[in-house]
């Protein structure tokens, strides 16, 4: 009876053991998976992009008036811009020069003489290329500028009005091929990638 009752002593004994070393292994390895995640979302708020239009008609360190369309990174890591589609009253616009041919153009008006050379009322006009393009946190994407000046005055102030009918999609990822669509007025949609638009011939 009493080696038995020894045996069985020691039996639970063991088992606790075993018991206790399960629990201690099942608590560290829940610990560990919410340290990994917590640093998995470290990195990722690190590393997330926000991209979002800005648009104006002055600039204020040139004390200008220019009217400027452009995407701004206000995230903390940078954006790779895969794709971008830009809107002028719901209709899709390859550039500017589309836009002013919707918006501010007279009939038969276009940006060239008889010689194929620009205007000066045209000849002002900066784009940009937004796509493809990395645009660091806190930095600017130009997608087009204008500066007002004598020779364009009247194209000026009617883009100036229709600039507010501009709108746009596009698609971009953060550093860890994380990808966001957005039509850069609501909140960004995360996807598993970036749709890239067919090329245009």
């Excluded at 991209?51 to 009217?67: A, F, R, W």
Aim: proline share 5%.
């Amino acid at each position: 009876m009493a080696d038995r009752k020894k045996r069985f002593d020691k039996d639970s004994i063991n088992l606790m053991v075993a018991v206790c070393a399960v629990l201690i292994s099942a608590a560290s390895f829940y610990a560990t998976y919410v340290q990994s995640t917590a640093a998995e979302r470290q990195v990722k708020a690190e590393t997330w992009p926000y991209l979002q239009i800005n648009s104006g008609n002055y600039n204020i360190e040139k004390e200008e008036l220019v009217l400027y369309w452009q995407m701004q990174n206000a995230g903390v890591g940078p954006a790779h811009v895969k794709a971008f589609q830009m809107y002028y009253d719901g209709q899709s616009v390859r550039n500017i020069n589309n836009v002013l041919r919707l918006c501010c153009l007279e009939e038969g008006e276009t940006p060239f003489d008889e010689n194929g050379r620009v205007t000066a009322k045209f000849s002002n006009i900066v784009t940009g290329n937004p796509v493809p393009a990395i645009i660091p946190a806190g930095e600017d994407k130009l997608v087009f500028s204008i500066p007002k000046t004598d020779a364009n005055e009247d194209l000026w102030n009617k883009l100036d009005v229709a600039r507010f009918k501009l709108t746009a999609t596009g698609c971009y990822c953060s550093l860890l091929d994380e990808c966001f669509e957005t039509d850069f007025e609501s909140e960004p949609v995360e996807v598993d990638f970036c749709k890239l638009p067919p090329k245009e011939n």
